[in-house]
């Protein structure tokens, strides 16, 4: 039973490039999260989805990044205009339900992105 | 809550001590908390939870206890091992969000002495 899977593992882009991040999440699950991680730092909350639905991207810039999950294949968090502060870990993670009081959020490895 | 530094706190334990890692949450509409390990390189791992109406939950070898009055959460690690070695972060998860918006604290780096 495979888990929260995400891909790239590691993703290097020059400034002004884009950058895309896939993640599936575990099979049975259609709720999935997307979280960033600065170096030494917590995770901070970006988006959050239901398939074909974004349910809460409060914690998306305004710009340049964006993020879906389709009816069919992954959820895809999309930056566009790479900066180097983009530079950071990209974590998926996915629950069975709404995830309201509950901590069963399951993580993926996450996708390393570093700008040049 | 949040906090943003250029360094994680630390604490270094011999191995078969017990450990005791906090944090400080910052808003009382909070009323689920989750301790999280997260080793290097790796995601964050589930290790236990707790729900603001309880003071104290405990699994196997950990324990948390919430103190409401104050804000204030910990993680207790029976008899540390070196496999504990990872950063331990506290979230905290708000009734007025949607689901799955969990904050997140700064991390605490255990190190585990042989």
């Known amino acids: 039973n495979a888990g929260v899977m995400q891909n790239p593992r590691h993703l290097v882009r020059r400034r002004g490039q884009e950058a895309r991040l896939r993640c599936s999440p575990m099979?049975?699950?259609?709720?999935v999260y997307w979280y960033r991680q600065l170096p030494e730092e917590g995770l901070k909350f970006m988006v959050y989805?239901?398939?074909?639905?974004?349910?809460?991207e409060s914690g998306m810039p305004k710009e340049r990044f964006s993020a879906e999950f389709p009816k069919e294949g992954p959820s895809i968090l999309r930056i566009q205009q790479v900066v180097r502060g983009d530079s950071a870990a990209y974590f998926c993670?996915?629950?069975?339900?709404?995830?309201?009081?509950?901590?069963?959020?399951?993580f993926g490895e996450g996708s390393r992105l570093t700008v040049l | 809550g949040e906090s943003v530094g250029l360094h994680l706190p630390t604490l270094s334990v011999q191995e078969g001590d017990n450990s005791i890692i906090n944090c400080a949450y910052s808003?009382?509409?909070?009323?689920?908390f989750i301790w999280y390990k997260q080793e290097s390189g790796k995601g964050p791992q589930f290790i236990i939870d707790?729900?603001?109406?309880?003071d104290k939950r405990q699994g196997q070898r950990v324990t948390v206890l919430l103190n409401k009055t104050v804000k204030h959460l910990s993680l207790q690690i029976a008899a540390t091992q070196p496999g504990d070695s990872a950063v331990y972060f506290c979230?905290?998860?708000?009734?007025?969000?949607?689901?799955?918006?969990?904050?997140f604290g700064q991390g605490t780096e255990l190190s585990v002495k042989p």
């Open positions: 993670a996915s629950s069975k339900d709404r995830a309201t009081n509950t901590g069963e959020l399951f």
């Open positions: 099979k049975g699950h259609s709720h």
């Open positions: 989805l239901q398939k074909e639905n974004i349910i809460d």
């Open positions: 808003n009382s509409a909070s009323d689920y």
């Open positions: 707790i729900r603001s109406n309880m």
């Open positions: 979230a905290e998860n708000r009734r007025d969000n949607q689901g799955g918006k969990l904050i």
